[in-house]
């Protein structure tokens, strides 16, 4: 038997095994709750992101009742523009809005608490979007799954599609391609109004329930932003004040955008290029606060290499070097510099010598 250290190799390769045994159907778990196939691919490249104001009179004439009624600060308004060409890469984001079956595998292996409205018979429907989520719930959700949130101009991106939508379908608005406005309604299933859906294929971008975004919010980031490739927003929220009245007394702090409206929110907010806004830790909205996931092309690799390195360690555990050896090589070649990989060849290749 050989010695590496001074430890028997028995022993750690005991310790891998006990490692793999845990270690895997979690992975396999979080890989497995949401299917890779339920995303779609938007290729890199420009497009034009916000409006310019002169296309968005109509918001500039909306009454103080009606901003009271749709509870929006003065802060919000005017703040889609200017319309500016934004570079992306190419990137993952899901074609459906976070499911509440997809939410309660989350809750069941991570033992997150349950958001919002969980117990709510007409929202909580399997295949209806989770809804009653702040920002860290979103977040932390996308982590585990593998993926992230999209970025605010991602978000946008996907909603308008190569010719730039003014809604996920076109540029005339149709209540019957989306589910807003419907007060004495709820949340519709996350595949439904497939003929709303974005030229990329994405679902229910309009409506249903608001969708977080990574970003921070600033009603002018686009009038001082220079970051036009691959931008993740301001580096940190904008302090929204008020005069005391119920309104701004909720809009006081600093605030994460939401996109896309909802199934309670008028026909303002369904706009591809409408910004708005919530607390991050508010999971109370009362016109429901969900999100969809995002993942950069570049994560495959890194997948891929992991997949790569989690085979070399059950090879190992299971005394065949030769596999582990192959297997740690293709992770090395997804990732060349990870410790870990670099760690565990040197550790195959003793074995084999």
């Known amino acids: 038997m050989k010695f590496i250290n001074g430890y028997k190799v028995r022993k750690k390769l005991f310790c891998l095994i006990i490692f793999c045994s845990w270690f895997?159907?979690?992975?396999?778990?979080?890989?497995?709750?949401?299917d890779s196939e339920d995303m779609v691919m938007v290729p890199g490249g420009p497009f034009?992101?916000?409006?310019?104001?002169?296309?968005?009179?109509?918001t500039e004439k909306m009454s103080k009742r009606a901003r009271l009624k749709y509870a929006v600060s003065r802060e919000a308004f005017h703040d889609e523009g200017?319309?500016?060409?934004?570079?992306?890469?190419?990137?993952?984001?899901?074609?459906?809005?976070?499911?509440?079956?997809?939410?309660?595998?989350?809750?069941?292996?991570?033992?997150?608490?349950?958001p919002a409205y969980w117990d709510d018979h007409r929202r909580n429907k399997p295949q209806q979007p989770v809804s009653g989520i702040n920002w860290n719930d979103a977040n932390s959700f996308c982590s585990w799954a593998?993926?992230?949130?999209?970025t605010e101009a991602e978000w946008e991106k996907a909603a308008r599609g190569p010719e730039g939508y003014?809604?996920?379908?076109?540029?005339?608005?149709?209540?019957?391609?989306?589910?807003?406005?419907?007060?004495?309604?709820?949340?519709?299933?996350?595949?439904s109004y497939e003929e709303g859906k974005s030229p990329y294929g994405a679902y229910n971008m309009a409506g249903n329930v608001f969708e977080w975004v990574s970003d921070w919010y600033d009603p002018n980031y686009y009038k001082k932003t220079r970051q036009n490739i691959n931008p993740t927003g301001p580096k940190d929220g904008a302090w929204l004040s008020g005069t005391g009245t119920y309104v701004d007394r909720i809009a006081v702090g600093k605030k994460r955008v939401i996109r896309g409206g909802s199934w309670y929110a008028p026909a303002e907010s369904v706009s591809n290029t409408h910004r708005f806004w919530n607390d991050p830790m508010n999971n109370?909205?009362?016109v429901g606060l969900g999100f969809r996931c995002a993942r950069s092309i570049e994560d495959d690799s890194i997948l891929e290499a992991r997949t790569f390195y989690m085979n070399a360690l059950i090879n190992m555990g299971a005394e065949k070097y030769q596999l582990a050896m192959k297997s740690i090589e293709k992770a090395l070649g997804k990732d060349a510099s990870n410790p870990e990989y670099i760690k565990l060849k040197v550790?195959?290749?003793?074995q084999i010598q």
């Open 24 to 34: 895997v159907p979690v992975v396999a778990f979080a890989a497995s709750a949401v």
């Open 146 to 150: 593998n993926k992230r949130l999209p």
């Open 48 to 58: 034009l992101m916000g409006v310019d104001k002169e296309v968005n009179k109509d």
């Open 284 to 286: 109370s909205y009362g």
């Open 166 to 191: 003014k809604y996920p379908w076109g540029n005339d608005l149709d209540v019957t391609k989306a589910n807003f406005g419907r007060k004495d309604e709820v949340t519709a299933n996350v595949d």
């Open 82 to 114: 200017p319309a500016h060409n934004v570079i992306l890469d190419a990137y993952y984001i899901d074609k459906y809005e976070v499911s509440n079956k997809h939410y309660s595998n989350f809750m069941k292996a991570t033992d997150h608490p349950a």
């Open 347 to 350: 550790m195959i290749k003793k």
